[in-house]
């Protein structure tokens, strides 16, 4: 009996401890205090990929490598969907490399949206600076269940890594806000973009009979995402 229970309670915590072990963010941790990203020094012979970016020599490292500046200035809007994601991740900082996190600014015209998408590779943490935000995501099958909120200046919202989710500005004038992002590149796929604008474009017969609809539907969708 009592061997039996702490077999148990051991096979128990050997359970945990390997959740947690297995519970870091999506972007493996790092093994040294920075890794500033360089272009792979035998860029244009070289059969080497890694996961992530080459490491510049620390000796060579300067503050500017950490720095982006401009952050103030608006993304332009002027666009379909009203929206503009100005996002800083490694490419717009090297370094970056290894460390993670990343961070966007999200602007928004009246009654613009952001439309579905998700982030492949990062938990996304939202902050509204300025306007109002209809906001949400959607979790995986069987449920699909819709987590949704309007938010306000300085109200904080989380979509979890790989969930469909969007913002809506749902306010008369422009809105702002800020996120974080758990991946020093989250990427991103925008779900419409991806379905019917991809290249070469899905066969009418795919998306015909995923989406139960004739196939001038699925022409006209593909003809607004080409
Ligand atoms: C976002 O704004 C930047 C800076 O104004 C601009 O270069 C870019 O084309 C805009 N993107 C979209 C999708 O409108």
């Given at each position: 009996?009592?061997l ?6 051991s096979?128990i915590?050997?359970?945990?401890l390997h ?8 972007d ?5 205090d920075?890794?500033v990203a ?15 970016k080459f490491?510049?020599d ?6 500017e ?6 952050l103030?200035?608006?993304g ?5 969907q009203g ?5 800083i991740?490694?490419d717009?900082?090297p370094?970056l ?6 961070l966007?600014?999200?602007d928004?015209a ?11 590779r ?5 902050v ?7 906001v ?5 099958n069987?449920?699909n269940?819709?987590?949704t909120?309007?938010?306000y200046k300085?109200d ?6 790989g969930?469909i989710?969007?913002q809506f500005?749902?306010g ?7 996120a974080?992002?758990s991946?020093?590149?989250?990427g991103?796929?925008?779900?419409a973009?991806a379905?019917?604008g ?10 015909t009979?995923?989406f ?12 607004q995402?080409?």
């Open positions: 009996m009592k039996g229970a702490a077999f148990c309670s096979a915590l050997l359970f945990i959740a947690t072990i297995c519970a870091w963010g999506y493996p941790s790092p093994l040294q920075f890794c360089i272009d792979d020094p035998n860029h244009y012979n070289s059969a080497v990929f890694v996961n992530g490491c510049k620390p000796k060579l490292v300067k503050a490598d950490f720095l982006f500046q401009g103030n200035i608006p332009n809007t002027n666009n379909k929206s503009n994601v100005t996002l991740n490694v717009r900082i370094g490399n290894t460390l993670g996190i990343s966007a600014r999200l928004y009246p009654y613009g949206l952001n439309p579905p998408h998700m982030h492949p990062g938990t996304e943490i939202l509204v600076v300025e306007g109002s935000l209809l949400g995501f959607v979790t995986s069987p449920d269940k819709l987590f909120k309007v938010l300085g904080v919202f989380v979509f979890p890594i969930l989710h969007f500005n749902v008369h004038g422009p809105a702002l806000a800020f974080g992002l991946s020093q590149n989250p991103t796929i925008t779900i973009n379905v019917f991809s290249k070469p474009p899905i066969s009418l017969d795919v998306l009979k995923a139960q609809v004739d196939e001038k539907v699925i022409e006209a969708l593909q003809m995402f080409a």
